[in-house]
């Protein structure tokens, strides 16, 4: 029984850890992807959601040693870093679900009136549209950047405004951000519980004779 308690808690210990790793991955890709768009990486929400996601993957590899090896400090600042890990993966996700979609605007047009005009251009280029947002506001600087414009969709006349790309792109990535963080961020919990209850076990291999 005992063996068998210690060798379910290891073998969970370690699938665990395994989906940290792959959920660290993922934070990391998408957080990456968004970054690609103006708007996700004016937000320095992204660049806390990558450092989870750097930390979560590292975290789980050392988790990971510390199940194999049994090793009693790694397992130890395996669930003090964790539980951090935690409350900041908690907080950036829900910051990540919290932001509206008119502070998304502001903060595109504030990326946007940053930029250069060659920076523009080659935004307008890669993701085939023109101009940020054809809103009152901003209706001089909009016209200016039609004329601008050396996008392919300008010539068949059928272009979509830069704004209302980067903020469905946007908006998709903060949501997958937001949901998968707060969802695995529970887990941790878990985590740290299980590394706690792993760590105060006895490995009946260790010393066999302790068992008979």
């Given at each position: 029984m005992v063996f068998g308690?210690?060798?379910?808690?290891?073998?969970?210990?370690?699938?665990?850890?395994?989906?940290?790793?792959?959920?660290?991955?993922?934070?990391?890709?998408?957080?990456?992807?968004?970054?690609?768009?103006?708007i996700v990486s004016s937000i320095h929400i992204i660049g806390g959601v990558i450092a989870v996601g750097f930390f979560l993957l590292l975290i789980s590899i050392?988790?990971?040693?510390?199940?194999?090896?049994?090793?009693?400090?790694?397992?130890?600042?395996?669930?003090?870093i964790l539980f951090l890990v935690f409350i900041f993966q908690f907080g950036v996700s829900c910051s990540c679900l919290a932001i509206n979609l008119e502070q998304q605007v502001k903060l595109l047009n504030t990326s946007w009136g940053l930029m250069s005009k060659d920076t523009r251009l080659d935004l307008e280029t890669k993701l085939n549209c023109c101009g940020l947002l054809n809103t009152t506001a901003n209706q001089e600087q909009f016209t200016m950047d039609v004329q601008l414009c050396n996008a392919d969709c300008k010539s068949a006349a059928r272009c979509y405004t830069c704004g209302d790309m980067m903020l469905q792109h946007s908006s998709q990535a903060l949501r997958i951000l937001g949901g998968v963080g707060l969802f695995f961020s529970f887990s941790e919990i878990l985590g740290v519980w299980l590394a706690a209850r792993y760590r105060n076990q006895k490995d009946p291999r260790a010393n066999p004779s302790a068992f008979l």
């Open positions: 308690g210690f060798t379910c808690s290891k073998n969970a210990f370690c699938s665990l850890n395994i989906v940290y790793m792959l959920v660290g991955l993922l934070l990391i890709g998408v957080a990456a992807w968004g970054k690609g768009f103006g050392v988790g990971l040693i510390g199940a194999l090896k049994h090793h009693q400090v790694m397992l130890f600042f395996y669930m003090v």
